[in-house]
């Protein structure tokens, strides 16, 4: 049997995410939204081949046996590439998170521009949408308009590679804070499945006063209010 592979992060990226989904304290400074979450993480972006890479990374989260794949990446337009594996995702009750895009309006990644996918905007501290977050309306009858909500994406502060702190702003950063809120969900209420731990997210959300549905579809989600409707 081979030997784990040693952590590595060439650019931070993959570390800020993790950090936001699963952090904890130290010397006082607490990130995460999860803190009691397990981590399986992969490196897929970098070394050639991106696409196969994407693919193989999540056939080995499925048999990681994981509840949510967090995917702070995407493809420009619609690649179709990457739809049996999240609808593979969705029939195996695991919870797709995908980062929406950082093209602006009009535009959009895959796979976060799937219906199958829940999609993640960004927002910021005083609840209205940065020109960088992507958004798009589809022909289509199920989850014409993406994303499906949006998150914290700007001025984020994580973790970095080798310790100390980073601030990012992106819609890869507002995906792990609703994977995170995902994951506490289903420890809170681990009975419910991903499909209703999902509605939950999407009936807590709220627009804020400068928000559209066409840039934030359902606005900010609610913790709090995600699992009351839990019941």
């Known amino acids: 049997r081979r030997p784990a592979p040693r952590a590595n992060d060439p650019d931070g990226h993959g570390t800020h995410t993790a950090a936001t989904i699963a952090g904890r304290k130290v010397r006082g400074t607490m990130v995460g939204v999860a803190p009691g979450a397990r981590l399986a993480s992969a490196m897929v972006i970098e070394g050639g081949d991106v696409v196969a890479r994407v693919l193989g990374g999540m056939d080995w989260a499925i048999g990681r046996g994981v509840r949510v794949v967090s995917m702070s990446l995407g493809f420009p337009g619609y690649w179709p590439d990457f739809l049996a594996l999240t609808r593979l995702l969705r029939r195996r009750g695991v919870l797709p998170v995908f980062a929406v895009g950082n093209e602006g309006a009009g535009t959009s990644r895959s796979p976060g521009n799937y219906a199958e996918a829940l999609s993640v905007g960004a927002c910021t501290r005083d609840r209205t949408v940065p020109r960088f ?47 995170g809120m995902a994951a506490l969900l289903m420890e809170a209420a681990p009975k419910k499945t991903a499909d209703e731990i999902e509605r939950a997210l999407f009936e807590s959300c709220r627009l804020g006063p400068d928000m559209t549905a066409d840039r934030a579809h359902r606005g900010l989600p609610s913790g709090p209010r995600a699992l009351r409707l839990l019941g």
Do not use: E, K, N, Y
């Open 133 to 179: 977050s992507s958004s798009q309306r589809f022909r289509r009858g199920a989850d014409a308009i993406v994303p499906d909500l949006v998150a914290p994406g700007v001025g984020i502060v994580s973790a970095r590679p080798g310790g100390g702190w980073q601030s990012m702003d992106g819609t890869s950063m507002a995906t792990p804070h609703v994977a």
